[in-house]
């Protein structure tokens, strides 16, 4: 069974930075293709970003490009997500995910196989 772990959330001033981490466990890292969602009191799950199994194709969405990063370390069995120039309406609960199964359509949540159960990541004005 695999076991997906997020940390890094907290709170943090508009304009500042936070990096999210998650660690799985239960079965071999390097096959998953790994996403980043997030979801807003009231909101829907949004996609935010996604790395593929080899690490070498990345994707995110319109509303986070160019302030997210999402990397992976294979060997610690992580992927990581770099969040700066932080805005209010970042606020939300962030969940990462890992696709080991079926075509990898990475902005779609039910492509997931595997959820963390989240972490709060708050940015006051």
């Known amino acids: 069974q695999v076991q997906l772990t997020e940390s890094g959330g907290g709170l943090v001033q508009a304009g500042g930075s936070l990096r999210l981490s998650c660690t799985a466990s239960?079965?071999?890292?390097?096959?998953?293709?790994m996403g980043w969602f997030r979801q807003a009191p009231g909101k829907e799950r949004e996609f935010v970003a996604a790395i593929s199994s080899r690490g070498d194709n990345t994707y995110y969405a319109d509303s986070v490009k160019g302030r997210f990063t999402i990397s992976r370390v294979d060997n610690k069995n992580t992927e990581y997500l770099q969040m700066d120039s932080l805005k209010p309406e970042d606020t939300a609960v962030y969940y990462c995910a890992a696709i080991e199964y079926g075509p990898p359509n990475y902005d779609d949540y039910r492509a997931y196989d595997y959820w963390g159960q989240g972490t709060q990541v708050t940015v006051s004005s």
């Open positions: 239960g079965r071999t890292f390097a096959v998953f293709g």
